[in-house]
Nanobody, 127 residues
Framework: QVQLVESGGGLVQAGGSLRLSCAAS????????MGWFRQAPGKEREFVAA????????YYAGSVKGRFTISRDNAKNTVYLQMNSLRPDDTALYYC????????????????????WGQGTQVTVSS
């Protein structure tokens, strides 16, 4: 079973950037496809981005496409979310999630497609 710990959140002004990290332990990260989700107060958890085990498939929510970049370093057992041009509506608790999938290009965009979750890191964007 894999354990996930997010870091890198904080307070940033609109237009700024942050890089979130998700460190995995317990199992090698290369066994899992990974996703980032976020949840703002009073809202449902929403998909942000996902990357396959091999890194060969990547998928973004429309609201972040062109601004956010997901990447992974399997040697460091870490997944990243580079967030640029941040907006106040990006304010949320950001979670990383993992699941094994079937093939090296599998990934998921729904919360139910992930079995393992971190505790989240808060991102606040001021206007």
């Amino acid at each position: 079973q894999v354990q996930l710990v997010e870091s890198g959140g904080g307070l940033v002004q609109a237009g700024g950037s942050l890089r979130l990290s998700c460190a995995a332990s317990g199992r090698t990260l290369s066994s899992y496809y990974m996703g980032w989700f976020r949840q703002a107060p009073g809202k449902e958890r929403e998909f942000v981005a996902a990357i396959s085990r091999s890194g060969g498939s990547i998928y973004y929510a429309g609201s972040v496409k062109g601004r956010f970049t997901i990447s992974r370093d399997n040697a460091k057992n870490t997944v990243y979310l580079q967030m640029n041009s941040l907006r106040p509506d990006d304010t949320a608790l950001y979670y990383c999630a993992a699941n094994t999938g079937w093939g090296p290009l599998d990934l998921g965009s729904k919360a139910w497609e992930y079995d393992y979750w971190g505790q989240g890191t808060q991102v606040t964007v001021s206007s």
